[in-house]
């Protein structure tokens, strides 16, 4: 199985990183992505893929809810990243999020035009973050179908209406994870009218753990929870659901095969 989406470079993980990335060993994880978040995560993202070679594989973004201010040049920082015989495997986490704050609306969406624009010219995928934001998501997206782009929309929990119109561009995946397994979640019945083939799992790490530890530090070893519920929603074997999503996933980030 591959994590498409975990931030094990954060300070919760430490302590203990070592035997974090053994757990996912050890639960059947081959890969796991880590999505960038500002300037500051950059190096030690870096720094602990380039210790764990052909496990762990970065990529690089400037997160909406980072977005200041100071966006602009924070975006020449990482373009310049970029320029260089670059280790990323795509442009992400970048998105649109107006849940906590709609202050900087407007430089978040020129920022993701700016990154949307990196995924062109770099032939890499985005990993898209959208919160409270879909409707101005899609608009962005839009000026961009006569481009060959591809990506996940990271930690999808909506509607089967907003899955269509994600799902209309054809080389993106919806990423699924422990959302999936919350007792009131309305995503079990909307996953059971996507085709696997559009889906790669994600943890999400170090948020949004699975049940039974919801609540609680999520870890890329807790994948296999996620990977086990959809197996029961769609009636096949886990084996079935690992094999089928981390092809997904590696057809979309080709840089990490």
């Given at each position: 199985m591959i994590d498409t989406h975990s931030h094990l470079y954060v300070e919760e993980f430490s302590e203990d990183i070592d035997a974090v990335l053994e757990r996912a060993r050890s639960a059947g994880v081959s890969k796991v992505f880590l999505p960038n978040i500002n300037k500051d995560s950059l190096v030690p993202m870096l720094d602990l893929c380039a210790a764990h070679r052909g496990f762990l594989y970065p990529m690089i973004g400037l997160h909406p809810t980072d977005?200041?201010?100071d966006y602009?040049?924070?975006?020449?920082?990482?373009?310049?990243q970029l320029q260089e015989n670059h280790p990323f495997v795509a442009v992400g986490e970048v998105g649109l999020d107006f849940y906590w704050d709609k202050t900087f609306s407007r430089e978040q969406q020129d920022a993701f035009v700016r990154q949307i624009e990196w995924a062109v010219m770099y032939e890499l995928p985005l990993m898209v973050h959208v919160r409270e934001a879909h409707?101005?998501?899609?608009?962005?997206?839009?000026?961009?179908?006569?481009e060959s782009l591809t990506g996940v929309f990271h930690c999808f929990s909506g509607t089967m209406e907003e899955a269509r119109q994600l799902l209309a561009y054809e080389g993106f995946m919806l990423?699924?994870?422990?959302?999936?397994?919350f007792k009131k979640s309305g995503l079990p019945n909307v996953l059971q009218q996507i085709p696997l083939e559009r889906i790669v799992l994600e943890t999400d790490s170090p948020y949004l753990a699975p049940v039974p530890y919801r609540g609680k530090r999520n870890e890329s070893a807790y994948?296999?929870?996620?990977?086990?519920?959809l197996a029961e929603l769609y009636q096949i074997p886990v084996e079935t659901v690992a094999a089928r999503?981390?092809?997904?996933?590696?057809d979309l980030f080709k840089r990490a095969n």
């Open positions: 977005v200041a201010s602009t040049e924070v975006l020449d920082y990482m373009e310049a409707k101005e998501l899609l608009h962005i997206m839009d000026s961009f179908l006569h990423g699924i994870n422990g959302v999936a397994t994948l296999a929870l996620v990977a086990s519920k999503t981390t092809k997904n996933a590696s």
